[in-house]
């Protein structure tokens, strides 16, 4: 599960590219948010970059996390570092679960983070984008 702040741009475009690129009706990929509006639909610039991607955002509506969330996956991926310690912070003792930032699968890349776009110019989308597409694509790589 990919984990961002609201759910209507990072994490969903994570999880989005993440089914595409796996192309496998089995494969399982959802997103959530730490401050999510309940229901809300996904950012129309990430709907626009999704489509010129090859996927679609349409069915989205944005979630807030929840302490099942943590039992259900794996893996919990954070967009950024805030994210990763909130994951940290409110994982259950008990819990598997293995927390990382998407960023931490790419030996190559410089950032270890991707910066929200949500209310910035088209390039700071584009840069999201960029980062997350390098990200999703390590760590499929890694986890093979």
Known sequence: MFVCTGNICRSPFAAGLYAYIADDPETRSAS??????????????CKELAEAHGF????????????????????????D??????????????????IQTLLSFSADCKAVEVPDPFGRKLKDYKR?????????????????
């Open 128 to 144: 999201a984008v960029d980062l997350i597409e390098i990200g999703v694509r390590a760590m499929m790589t890694a986890l093979k």
């Open 56 to 79: 679609e955002l349409n069915a989205h509506r944005a979630r807030q996390i929840e302490t099942l969330d943590y039992y259900r996956f794996d893996y919990l991926i954070a967009l």
């Open 81 to 98: 570092l805030g994210h990763y310690d909130f994951l940290q912070a409110t994982k259950p003792a008990d819990c598997e679960t293995q």
């Open 32 to 45: 959530a948010g730490m401050a999510a509006v309940i229901d809300a639909s996904a950012d129309p610039i």
